[in-house]
């Protein structure tokens, strides 16, 4: 069945660096876009960026756009975010996700704090 396990999250001070690691399984990875989204405490869901299906083509929200970078390895069946120049707005559960079908992972929390 279609599983999406998140790694990476952890405790970063402001201006630091996170990889964020999305395995996923149970489909043909290389064939669908992937994306990344986050849900802070008490706010809404909302997307972060998104990759084609090659890693030719991205998308990023404006407000992590120069900071975040999108990745994936089709042959791993992996998908990544680093996440750079971090700020405490930041702070959220990651999850990443195909946007046609219904399964979110457990994803993986970040936070940013000094």
């Known amino acids: 069945q279609v599983q999406f396990v998140e790694s990476g999250g952890g405790l970063v001070q402001p201006g630091g660096s996170l990889r964020l690691s999305c395995a996923a399984s149970?489909?043909?990875?290389?064939?669908?876009?992937m994306s990344w989204y986050r849900q802070a405490p008490g706010k809404e869901r909302e997307l972060v960026a998104r990759i084609g299906s090659t890693g030719g083509n991205t998308d990023y929200a404006d407000s992590v756009k120069g900071r975040f970078t999108i990745s994936r390895d089709n042959a791993k069946n992996t998908v990544y975010l680093q996440m750079n120049s971090l700020k405490p707005e930041d702070t959220a559960m990651y999850y990443c996700k195909v946007r046609s079908f219904p399964h979110w992972g457990q994803g993986t929390q970040v936070t940013v704090s000094s």
């Open positions: 149970g489909f043909t990875f290389s064939t669908y876009a």
